[in-house]
C-alpha cells in the first residue's frame, strides 16, 4: 500500500513539475513577443525557438506544443483582436517543432542529443511557421502590405533565428540538462 501511495505521490509530482515548466517557458515567450518593442520582439523569436526545442526535449512527446500553446494563450488575451491568429501561429509553431524532432529523430542517446538533427528540426520548424504567418496576415487577409524584400528578410531571419536556436538548445541540453530527471 505504501509503494502504491508513493507511486501515485511520485506521477504527481512529476506531472506538476512539467505543468510549471511549460507554465514558465510559455510566461517567458508572453514576456518576450509582449513587452519587447515590435519589430525587435520579431528579431528575438530566436527564444521563443530556444525554449520551445528545450521543452520538447525535456518534456517529451508534446512539450513545445503545451509550451506554445500556453505562450499563445497568454499573449493572445494581451492582444484580443489578433487572438485566433496568436493562438493558432503559436500552436503551429510548437506543433512543428515537436512534429520535426520527432521526424529528424532527435533523439536522446547517453544523456545528449546530436545537433545537426536539432539544429535541422529547429531550422525548418521556425523557418516554416513564419512563412506561413506572413503569408496567412499578407496574403490571405491583407493585414498587412505585402513586401518581396520583406519575406526574404523574413525567410532569411527564421532561417538563422532556428539554426541559433537549435544549436544553443542542444548545447544548453548536453552542458546542463542532460542529467535531469521530470
Wanted: proline share 3%; net charge positive; glycine share 8%.
Amino acid at each position: 500500500m505504501l509503494t502504491l501511495r508513493q507511486s501515485c505521490g511520485e506521477r504527481l509530482s512529476q506531472f506538476t513539475r512539467r505543468i510549471a515548466i511549460a507554465a514558465v517557458f510559455g510566461a517567458v515567450i508572453f514576456v518576450t513577443k509582449t513587452f519587447v518593442p515590435s519589430p525587435m520582439n520579431k528579431m528575438i523569436i530566436v527564444v521563443q525557438a530556444l525554449l520551445l526545442a528545450v521543452s520538447s526535449l525535456l518534456l517529451g512527446k508534446a512539450g513545445a506544443t503545451y509550451v506554445a500553446l500556453i505562450g499563445g494563450l497568454l499573449s493572445a488575451l494581451w492582444n484580443l483582436a489578433l487572438a485566433p491568429f496568436t493562438v493558432l501561429f503559436a500552436l503551429l509553431f510548437g506543433l512543428f517543432v515537436d512534429s520535426f524532432i520527432y521526424l529528424f529523430k532527435v533523439d536522446i542517446v547517453a544523456g545528449e542529443v546530436e545537433a545537426g538533427r536539432l539544429v535541422a528540426a529547429m531550422t525548418l520548424s521556425t523557418m516554416l511557421v513564419g512563412v506561413l504567418s506572413y503569408y496567412v496576415t499578407a496574403h490571405l487577409f491583407d493585414l498587412i502590405p505585402r513586401n518581396p524584400s520583406m519575406e526574404a528578410i523574413i525567410l532569411v531571419t527564421g532561417t538563422i533565428s532556428g539554426t541559433v536556436a537549435g544549436y544553443l538548445a542542444s548545447v544548453v541540453w548536453n552542458k546542463h540538462l542532460k542529467n535531469v530527471k521530470l
